[in-house]
């Protein structure tokens, strides 16, 4: 038989008596937690996302906000424009680039991270450092370490007698893209660093000691065992950098604003330029929705990769 | 049976919530500093001068506007606004942001339909005509009591298209070349170079001898996009022309490009491709470039930091190309209420107060700001020579006197208008130099490549009825 669900609460119930059953009850109480997540992803994604999709199919300026249907017009404008392309392309050489010097660097530096050493808290600090600080001030720092005239990097390298005169970093289209991607990797390194750090911490000792007993070096268990067995969270890893990367415009914007002659432009800040600089709202839509596909394809996959390790 | 917990989940939630409130009161408790306290007022300074509002104003008025290049503005603007303020009983807010997040927070403000009542930048605001309320009257009522207006600021807020005056625009602040005497007087230059052939030939000669560049920016910002204009009027070219049709692929332009290429070839490095809107300061300060276009404000602050190259550093005016002389403004004010304004006659008449006292705001700004109406400021050029500032030598300004005669407005020979404004907010015309200097194509194919990105945006606004041309 089952009891009336009013047989077990207290039966004087004064005020204070409902609000202690509220802070009792899981199921509200769950969903009062969730809901600023929710109403956050809502408010500042779902709507965005929404808004973007009709302005591209409109022709909202940033001085006039009446919506007017105006089919792909927006679309043809960007697909006639060559730094549309020219941003997709590098939007992708970045992101393709930069996700596998993350993965690169995280799995070294998780593999130092895990080892027992002094000091080995202070150095996870401070290997966090660049991920906790935010994007545009870290940015802005590099903005003065690549500087055209005071870069302290120069200046290092023509004390030890490397360089004369300047790299001109922001200057020239080829270290620009190398800048762009150098901040990007190290910025977003400690992340995949600790990520793969839990998987490897994960790893029963009891396996990379039978690998050692039956004679497999270094590599060996580095290619065989921990790889292998950490390919679910190397995999959230990259996946994580790849949109990092693919969706910031801060970087970019920060240290060149897309240049030289837009060989740094990437769609996010292609989208802002048009869109907010340029006035062109239904434009810069247009471009920032091509964002989306890739960004789906890649939640599916984290999810996915997620989901393969709640099974293993 | 569970273990006691030290902290119930009930002590959590009560701990954690007590402890938001207390500091939302604590937060709620807070002043805001208020900017502009301890200005002090040099003895010379004008006296500030109040009309009484034509009629009762009542409420608040929020002000959005730029973070000033000369600080000792903002201290006096601060404090003048809240005189104003308690002179009338209307509350007034000022919100001072950083220059280059002013066109991105009015357009988030048009579009939200709310925010600041009155709204200040520092280029004309053409592109936000639709949605900002016609400011004729209070244009007439400034021409009726001070005379006709500057024509280099009503083409900048004046859209004849339309009939609309779009915006404000009550001062302005001239471009001229900055230039180090001590590097130009051994090169044959002692007061620098007066046309854009001697600007190559002592640059060259500059960058040849003594290592040191000039600084003419070729990048993705604001002062490339007006020295690259500069260079265009002065060889003929433009963008458009007074009907607004497009004739950037021109002979002329392509010159102008042609000429680029030379004096970068020959006087620049790759840093002006990475130029931005501070290398102008942080080159001339550091002693690292021979020639800038830019405004006094680099300067003003080597007064303060670095007199020695303050004292080294003179003025030319626009420099004299194969058509004529011409730069363009490096600031033009464009004062716009949005049609969301609650406050819309308090806006009107403080930008009446503010023009009546223009001359406050030529003396706080250091000389920096001029006025639209040139009767307005009647010790302008008394200050320009014998600067109060400490210019040696003390009329070293006194040429900006005649600024009027090389400046022009973002679209001369036509206005200021959405079309230009668009250009003017995106890389085009500098990608137009830059490419052609960097070698990525020949002169002719750049200007024809950028003609075809201006002709898109002049169609687009035509097409909505906002520019004139096309027939």
Not at chain 2, 158 to 180: H, L, M
């Amino acid at each position: 038989m089952t009891q009336a669900p009013t047989a077990t609460r207290p039966s004087a119930a004064p005020a204070t008596g409902r609000r202690r059953r509220l802070g009792d009850r899981e199921g509200p109480l769950a969903w009062l937690f969730l809901l600023p997540a929710v109403v956050y992803v809502v408010a500042l994604v779902g709507v965005p996302f929404v808004l973007a999709i009709g302005f591209a199919f409109s022709d909202v300026s940033a001085g006039d906000p009446s919506y007017d249907w105006a089919g792909l017009d927006a679309y043809r404008r960007a697909f006639d424009d060559p730094v549309f392309w020219q941003a997709l392309r590098n939007t992708l050489v970045f992101t393709g680039v930069s996700m596998v010097l993350i993965v690169l660097f995280g799995k070294v530096l998780a593999n130092i991270l895990i080892a027992d050493f002094r000091g080995k808290w202070l150095v996870r600090f401070l290997v966090l450092l660049p991920w906790t600080t935010p994007v545009a001030l870290s940015t802005v720092s590099w903005l003065w370490l690549l500087d055209s005239i005071f870069s302290p990097i120069d200046w290092i390298l023509r004390q030890v007698g490397l360089l004369e005169g300047n790299m001109y970093w922001l200057g020239r289209p080829t270290l620009a893209t190398a800048s762009v991607i150098a901040v990007h990797v190290w910025r977003l390194v400690p992340l995949a660093a600790v990520i793969m750090m839990a998987g490897l911490i994960a790893i029963p000792r009891d396996i990379d000691e039978a690998a050692r007993v039956d004679g497999a070096g270094f590599w060996r268990r580095m290619f065989e065992v921990t790889i292998p067995l950490t390919m679910p969270l190397i995999a959230v890893a990259a996946l994580f950098g790849a949109i990092f990367t693919f969706t910031d415009m801060a970087v970019v914007y920060v240290l060149t604003r897309g240049g030289p002659t837009n060989s740094t432009q990437v769609l996010a800040s292609w989208a802002f330029v048009r869109g907010i600089e340029g006035g062109d709202v239904a434009q810069g839509a247009a471009i920032a929705l091509f964002l989306f596909p890739l960004l789906l394809a890649a939640a599916v996959l984290i999810l996915r990769a997620v989901r393969r390790m709640q099974v293993m | 049976m569970r273990p006691n917990p030290l902290w119930s989940r009930r002590d959590v939630l009560r701990t954690t919530g007590l402890a938001s409130l207390g500091l939302a009161a604590v937060s709620c408790a807070e002043e805001p500093e208020s900017p502009g306290e301890g200005a002090d007022a040099a003895a010379e300074s004008p006296s500030p001068a109040f009309t009484e509002p034509t009629t009762r104003l009542s409420g608040s008025l929020s002000i959005l506007m730029w973070s000033h290049f000369v600080p000792s503005h903002d201290e006096w603007f601060d404090q003048f606004t809240r005189e104003w303020g308690e002179q009338t009983g209307v509350s007034v807010t000022v919100d001072h942001i950083d220059v280059a997040g002013v066109p991105a927070r009015i357009a988030a403000e048009l579009s939200a339909g709310q925010g600041h009542d009155l709204m200040q930048y520092i280029a004309p605001l053409a592109q936000f005509e639709p949605s900002v309320l016609d400011l004729a009257d209070v244009t007439e009522e400034a021409d009726n009591r001070y005379g006709e207006q500057l024509e280099i600021c009503r083409k900048s807020s004046f859209n004849p298209t339309t009939g609309k005056f779009y915006a404000f625009g009550p001062g302005w602040v001239p471009d001229p070349g900055n230039f180090r005497r001590t590097m130009w007087e051994p090169v044959g230059f002692p007061d620098g170079p007066r046309t854009w052939d001697e600007l190559l030939e002592g640059g060259s000669e500059i960058m040849a001898t003594q290592g040191v560049q000039l600084g003419i920016g070729m990048s993705q910002e604001i002062d490339s996009n007006m020295a690259g204009r500069a260079l265009m009027w002065s060889f003929g070219a433009s963008i458009q022309d007074e009907n607004e049709n497009v004739v950037l692929d021109s002979p002329e332009t392509v010159a102008a490009v042609d000429y680029m290429v030379r004096l970068f070839q020959g006087a620049m490095t790759d840093e002006v491709f990475s130029w931005n809107a501070a290398s102008n300061n942080q080159g001339l300060v550091a002693g690292q470039l021979s020639y800038i276009l830019n405004s006094i404000s680099a300067y003003r602050t080597s007064q303060e930091t670095n007199p020695d190259i303050a004292g080294d550093t003179l003025f030319v005016p626009a420099l004299e190309g194969p058509a004529t002389a011409l730069a363009a403004q490096h600031v033009m004010y464009n004062w716009i209420i949005p049609q969301h304004a609650a406050n819309p006659d308090a806006a009107k008449e403080f930008l009446l107060h503010y023009t009546a006292n223009l001359e406050s705001a030529a003396y706080h700004s250091k000389l920096y700001d001029f006025p639209a109406w040139s009767g307005l400021v009647p010790n302008l050029k008394a200050w320009l020579e014998d600067d109060p500032f400490g210019s040696e030598p003390a009329n070293k300004l006194a040429f900006l006197a005649d600024a009027t005669e090389w400046a022009t407005n973002i679209g001369h020979p036509g206005p200021a208008n959405t079309a230009e404004g668009e250009v003017f907010g995106l890389p085009i015309i500098p990608n137009m130099f830059a490419r052609a200097a960097r070698g990525e194509v020949n002169p002719e194919q750049s200007v024809a490549d950028a003609t075809a990105e201006v002709e898109a945006i002049f169609a687009k606004w035509r097409a909505r009825g906002l520019i004139g041309g096309g027939g």
